[in-house]
């Protein structure tokens, strides 16, 4: 089965991406599921109900975050209500929301789907390895179809990461540092994996930022806007194939598609 992975969408313009592709990719590319991470997906920081049902709506399945998922109130409801939408599994429990979930695809094959935030450079949360560990070990019982969302900041500790879960999960995607990286592979105990799948927004930015706005905090190191850009959008995602049977990945492969001539304005 095949399974699309989509990195960190940025406000109105990556959802406008979001828009105009999915429908056709998963057409075109026969995909049974969808994963995207949200966290960034309202005005650049956090997620809101209309967003996230705007994405659904689009063709995504399950939402994954990070450590701006709490930037919008209305997220927490949201958190609680949906569990489609994911907050990091290392979080304290009495945190809204879950970290992992089971989804039925297109075909109605099991697909879990676990999210979880590094620690270095981040904040001092709960061991992402043992949480993983504890998470994996229960979507096993309903299926061996399991996607897994590393939020984190650190390369080495995505990359140790995808070691310690190799013949556990059918794929690891990295997220958050919006940079992506062109090590996908498939490790070899069959789970596939990328250190960051990269932003899906404007890419004339600064990490989905406007230019001149992130130049002046280098520059004057003084406090600053920080609002979304809005030239050369793309979508940055993995397309994963999965054994249905054994769980293991089959192909990992990095895509990007450019949207011609799109202005979305930065909006909300």
């Not at 990295?174 to 404007?202: F, K, N, Q, S």
């Not at 930022?209 to 406090?223: A, H, K, N, S």
Request: proline share 5%; with cysteine.
């Amino acid at each position: 089965m095949k399974i699309l992975l989509i990195g960190d969408i940025i406000g109105r313009p990556g959802r406008a991406i979001i828009e105009q592709m999915l429908v056709r990719l998963r057409e075109e590319l026969g995909l049974e599921f969808v994963v995207a991470n949200c966290e960034n997906v309202a005005g650049g920081a956090g997620v809101t109900p209309s967003t996230a049902n705007e994405l659904f709506r689009c063709g995504v399945d399950v939402l994954t975050s990070g450590n701006h998922v709490w930037r919008k109130r209305e997220a927490l409801d949201l958190l609680k209500l949906d569990h489609r939408v994911l907050r990091p599994a290392n979080y304290p429990a009495e945190a809204p929301g879950i970290g992992s979930t089971v989804v039925k695809s297109l075909s109605g094959q099991k697909v879990g789907v676990l999210n979880v935030m590094g620690r270095v450079f981040m904040e001092p949360l709960d061991c992402p390895f043992r949480t993983a560990e504890r998470e994996i070990a229960r979507l096993r019982e309903e299926t061996p179809v399991i996607i897994v969302d590393i939020h984190a900041e650190a390369t080495s500790e995505k990359v140790a990461f995808g070691w310690f879960l190799d013949g556990k999960v059918s794929c690891i995607f990295g997220t958050h540092t919006h940079i992506p990286t062109a090590d996908e592979r498939i490790l070899p105990g069959g789970t596939g994996y990328i250190t960051d799948v990269g932003m899906t927004g404007p890419y004339d930015s600064v990490i989905g930022r406007r230019v001149e706005q992130v130049m002046e905090r280098f520059l004057l190191g003084l406090p600053h806007k920080s609002e979304v850009a809005e030239g050369n959008l793309q979508l940055r995602a993995v397309v994963v194939d999965v054994d249905p049977k054994t769980g293991k990945a089959v192909s990992i492969e990095r895509m990007t598609r450019t949207l011609d001539g799109a202005v979305a304005s930065s909006g909300d």
